[in-house]
């Protein structure tokens, strides 16, 4: 058995191509929906993502304000542009890239995000709207990793996910969506004792330890879908998942590579949440 391989780049395409329709429905109504992304420091990687929002939005016709603050910016400097972009009808998504240099309270800037500008949903209100499926906004990695699943047609109610990793980005929310869609749940840490035995029973299997190459073929059940979220530099200078994509793809149904699987799809869930808040914006004028 060979795996179908889920192409992240083809399928964000296909996804931004819907939400640019919205977009452009409700530019027609004289509404464009903003993102503003605020980057506080000079972290390469930060630069990089935050430079692949700002395109995202540029190819869907958004507008989007790119604010770049030195590391040395004072956390109530970083809170009082929150405040300001919270107020500016013009923005309807507001992003905080993390992290944030140590002395500032990521958690205080996170927490002062309006709810309802909260596009990338680590705010607790949207975190417990999400817990109660009542979701507003959900976390863009495991949004784009259901949106994954969806498009390849991937059967989910019924069926047993295995989630490894606990993190509030994305392993403990990507457990509540799979719940939500009717999957029996497990979830499971990279200290989980006897890891392999709960793998080798997951249909859908989501991986998202940042351990490279932790889950091998032989860990995984025939048929199952694997999601890899993780991506990590090897020596070589080449990325990798959390999962040995070359013995996992033998044995997979379907498999997400890395780089070129969930790493579009986050990008296009942001650009999809920030249309989804000027809906909402839209229709309670």
């Given at each position: 058995?060979?795996?179908?391989?889920?192409?992240?780049?083809?399928?964000?395409?296909?996804?931004?191509?819907?939400?640019?329709?919205?977009?452009?429905?409700?530019?027609?109504?004289?509404?464009?929906?903003?993102?503003?992304?605020?980057?506080?420091?000079?972290?390469?990687?930060?630069?990089?993502?935050?430079?692949?929002?700002?395109?995202?939005?540029?190819?869907?016709?958004?507008?989007?304000?790119?604010?770049?603050?030195?590391?040395?910016?004072?956390?109530?400097?970083?809170?009082?542009?929150?405040?300001?972009?919270?107020?500016?009808?013009?923005?309807?998504?507001i992003?905080?890239?993390?992290?944030?240099?140590?002395h500032?309270?990521?958690?205080?800037?996170?927490?002062?995000?309006?709810?309802?500008?909260?596009?990338?949903?680590?705010?607790?209100?949207?975190?417990?709207?999400?817990?109660?499926?009542?979701?507003?906004?959900?976390?863009?990695?495991?949004?784009?990793?259901?949106?994954?699943?969806?498009?390849?047609?991937?059967?989910?109610?019924?069926?047993?996910?295995?989630?490894?990793?606990?993190?509030?980005?994305?392993?403990?929310?990507?457990?509540?969506?799979l719940?939500?869609?009717?999957?029996?749940?497990?979830i499971?840490?990279?200290?989980?004792?006897?890891?392999?035995?709960?793998?080798?029973?997951?249909?859908?299997?989501?991986?998202a330890?940042?351990?490279?190459?932790?889950?091998?073929?032989?860990?995984?059940?025939?048929?199952?879908?694997v999601?890899?979220?993780?991506?990590?530099?090897?020596?070589?200078?080449?990325?990798?998942?959390?999962?040995?994509?070359?013995?996992?793809?033998?044995?997979?149904?379907?498999?997400?590579?890395?780089?070129g699987g969930?790493?579009?799809?986050?990008?296009?869930?942001?650009?999809?949440?920030?249309?989804?808040?000027?809906?909402?914006?839209?229709?309670?004028?």
């Open positions: 058995m060979t795996a179908r391989i889920i192409d992240g780049k083809t399928i964000a395409h296909e996804v931004r191509a819907e939400w640019k329709e919205r977009a452009d429905a409700l530019k027609a109504r004289g509404v464009t929906p903003g993102l503003a992304v605020i980057i506080v420091g000079e972290d390469p990687a930060s630069k990089v993502y935050v430079a692949n929002k700002v395109k995202a939005c540029a190819e869907l016709g958004l507008h989007s304000e790119h604010v770049v603050l030195s590391a040395d910016t004072s956390e109530a400097m970083l809170l009082s542009k929150i405040a300001q972009l919270n107020a500016d009808p013009k923005i309807h998504g992003l905080v890239q993390l992290p944030v240099p140590k500032i309270d990521s958690e205080k800037v996170l927490n002062a995000i309006d709810p309802n500008k909260d596009v990338d949903g680590f705010h607790p209100m949207n975190v417990g709207a999400l817990a109660t499926g009542n979701m507003r906004f959900a976390p863009c990695t495991p949004y784009g990793s259901m949106k994954l699943l969806e498009k390849a047609g991937v059967p989910i109610e019924g069926k047993h996910a295995v989630v490894i990793g606990r993190s509030n980005i994305v392993g403990k929310p990507m457990a509540l969506m719940l939500q869609a009717n999957a029996t749940v497990t499971c840490t990279s200290k989980t004792v006897d890891l392999p035995k709960y793998t080798r029973d997951a249909d859908i299997l989501v991986v330890t940042g351990k490279a190459k932790m889950i091998t073929g032989d860990m995984i059940k025939p048929g199952a879908a999601i890899d979220v993780g991506i990590n530099r090897m020596e070589n200078g080449k990325l990798c998942g959390d999962v040995d994509f070359d013995s996992a793809k033998e044995v997979a149904g379907w498999i997400t590579p890395v780089p969930v790493g579009p799809m986050t990008i296009t869930m942001l650009v999809a949440n920030t249309v989804q808040s000027a809906e909402r914006t839209a229709g309670s004028k």
